[in-house]
């Protein structure tokens, strides 16, 4: 491995997460201006729904692709793509005003955020030793909640004092973005650590097993359960008197002081013990959603935003402890399965909403009450998604603990 210097270290590390906080950015603002851009450009629920689904398909496609060929090209060359894709897909979305143009802005988006992903890992695990390794990238993946928080924050601030809307609240993304590709210009980064082809084998081998599948079954349903309601929470609860914005930041900033203590949480009850009781949390979260207003929605979201937090990091995590043979491509696969399952279910929740407002309007219902009824509908279905995994995660928790006093 190359040394480096201390400085370079931590300046390639400051980089990585200012990198990250473009991802979070990209998501806060995103959701903030995504009932604007639905009335700006004329768009149904589900057209919505499929704008956004490309954030998220651009996402698992870089971060597979990434994952496979670090090691070839380097990652330094990848995050130079997500300089690019970032930049355009930034400018595109602010300058394009039609539905074509917000698909491939969201697109491109996506992609940096997965070569995000992608470059920063390993080169966060090949550039520190020992504990640092797994200190800083906890630190470095604390900055996605963090960041949205803090996007959220803004975004709500430039709506509300500043009378900033819709896309140019976009512009804010390249600060960030900018700042990464300062900092991470001109730096040497850590030689990549060559895998032999046997251990990808190996690899591979692990993720075919009934254990990797059936937590690979698992990350779709927790990566929705995360992403769905934190995506759609501003549309759905603008007319309930809550501010979304602050919901959403309120959410976002105690994931991120959750996953702070989340060591402690997984040493006392384990992952799988973790994993059951963040669902149940989840579920209690989405059900306060679908039927509270006003200063009960931030009740909920402290409930959501409990049961969320810990899914992300100990699905990745049950993936490394669980599947050891299946390796950091095994871990690659588990987030890319999220985000494309995100994907999928994001015209899907669209189109509930739009089906839950025709029957709202056959109803009598009108103006901010319709938008209402129905928004919580559909916050009602996707309680379906940590509540299957209850029972998901259940079974997972007794078959480990079978296999565990079997091999014991």
Not at 238 to 246: D, E, F, R, T, V
Not at 338 to 347: A, E, K, L, N, V
Request: proline share 3%; hydrophobic share 55%; net charge neutral.
């Amino acid at each position: 491995m190359e040394q480096l210097s201390g400085t370079n270290k931590n300046r390639l590390f400051y980089a990585s997460c200012f990198a990250l906080i473009t991802t979070a950015f990209s998501f806060a603002i995103a959701a903030g201006i995504l009932d604007q851009l639905k009335t700006e450009l004329g768009l149904t629920a589900s057209q919505a729904g499929i704008a956004t689904s490309m954030w998220f398909l651009g996402f698992p496609i870089s971060m597979v692709i990434g994952g496979l060929i670090y090691h070839k090209v380097g990652g330094k060359v990848i995050m130079q793509f997500a300089f690019f894709a970032h930049a355009v897909g930034i400018l595109l979305l602010i300058f394009s005003g039609s539905f074509v143009g917000l698909l491939m802005a969201n697109l491109l988006i996506g992609l940096g955020n997965g070569c995000t992903e992608a470059a920063c890992n390993p080169m966060i695990a090949d550039a520190y030793e020992g504990n640092a390794v797994s200190t800083m990238l906890n630190r470095f993946h604390m900055w996605f909640p963090g960041g949205i928080a803090l996007g959220s924050l803004l975004s709500g601030f430039m709506t509300d004092n500043l009378g900033i809307l819709g896309r140019d609240q976009v512009w804010l993304l390249l600060i960030p973005t900018v700042i990464y590709a300062v900092l991470f210009w001109g730096q040497s980064w850590p030689k990549a650590k060559v895998e032999e082809a046997a251990t990808m084998g190996g690899n591979l081998k692990a993720m075919f097993t009934p254990l990797f599948l059936f937590i690979a079954v698992c990350m779709t349903l927790t990566a929705i359960s995360e992403f769905g309601p934190n995506q759609w929470v501003g549309p759905i609860l603008s007319k309930s008197g809550a501010h979304p914005m602050i919901i959403l930041a309120l959410t976002a900033g105690l994931m991120a002081v959750a996953r702070y203590f989340g060591g402690n949480m997984v040493a006392k009850f384990d992952q799988t013990g973790v994993l059951l009781g963040s669902a149940v949390l989840a579920t209690i979260g989405i059900y306060l959603f679908s039927t509270q207003t006003g200063s009960m929605a931030y009740v909920a979201a402290v409930f959501f935003a409990l049961g969320i937090a810990y899914f992300w990091p100990n699905m990745i995590g049950l993936v490394a402890t669980k599947v050891p043979k299946s390796g950091a491509l095994g871990m690659s696969i588990i987030g890319a399965v999220g985000m494309f399952s995100s994907s999928i279910f994001q015209p899907i929740i669209g189109g509930w909403i739009d089906s839950n407002t025709a029957e709202a309007a056959q109803q009598g219902f009108t103006g901010d009450e319709l938008a209402l009824v129905s928004g919580q509908a559909t916050m009602g279905t996707m309680m379906l998604f940590p509540g299957i995994l209850i029972v998901l995660f259940t079974i997972l928790y007794f078959w480990l603990k079978n296999k565990k006093e079997a091999t014991a």
